[in-house]
């Protein structure tokens, strides 16, 4: 049995259930396009694995290690999906093939520092993840601050960008605001710009941008 084999199918009782009630063992095959015996056989395995609840004629459920386990590989369908429209242009359809072959083997840790580059709007699957990024961890306290609001030579590092525009993402990333680089606030300010020096640049960017990059902030 192959991890990704066995996590297609914890992902797609999930996407039955939504985590809550069971799913016909019928109705599943049908789903993935497989076989009652070979989801039979498959069920009895995840079992063993502590990943559902099954019994024969009943039908399927996670447990809640699977329901996480699940949550987490469909975090990480969706990110990839957005990186793919939003940053590389590629159409919803390929990109939705494309995430279904990423989401195995892309680490949590890799998937958190995508979040952070492409600003993915918080869902529901973010509780579960196992490398929570810091929105989610502490429960939404603001332990960041948009770069907007920083003071005039003040300084900190990029923590991550939140935008609902695929292309203000787009420029930021251009202009060298990615998460985890150094950057500090000119002296003077002019107005609505920003002076911002990043990677051994003087970078300026109007309001609206500016609070859309976040920056782990110190005096």
Do not use: W
């Not at 076989?35 to 009943?58: D, N, Q, W």
């Not at 996480?68 to 919803?92: C, G, P, S, W």
């Not at 520092?113 to 603001?142: E, F, M, Y």
């Amino acid at each position: 049995m192959t991890t990704g084999n066995r996590e297609d199918y914890l992902i797609n009782i999930l996407r039955i259930t939504e985590g809550e009630g069971s799913a016909k063992t019928t109705e599943l095959a049908a789903f993935m396009g497989v076989s009652p015996a070979s989801v039979s056989e498959m069920l009895k395995a995840l079992h063993s694995e502590g990943l559902v609840e099954y019994a024969k004629y009943k039908g399927v459920g996670l447990t809640e290690k699977g329901l996480n386990y699940a949550r987490q590989i469909r975090k990480k369908h969706h990110i990839m999906e957005r990186f793919l429209t939003d940053i590389l242009d590629v159409d919803e359809e390929t990109a939705h093939n494309e995430a279904c072959k990423m989401e195995h083997v892309l680490s949590d840790e890799s998937a958190v520092k995508i979040c952070q580059v492409i600003g993915t709007d918080i869902d529901c699957d973010c509780q579960s993840c196992a490398d929570q990024c810091k929105a989610v961890s502490l429960g939404g306290v603001r332990i960041t601050a948009p770069l907007s609001d920083i003071v005039p030579g003040g300084h900190g590092v990029v923590s991550h960008i939140r935008s609902e525009d695929p292309e203000t993402v787009k420029r930021l990333l251009g202009m060298g605001m990615v998460p985890g680089r150094e950057v500090r606030m000119d002296g003077e300010q002019h107005g609505s710009t920003v002076l911002v020096h990043v990677d051994g640049s003087l970078v300026a960017l109007d309001k609206s941008m500016a609070s859309a990059v976040f920056v782990d902030a110190s005096d």
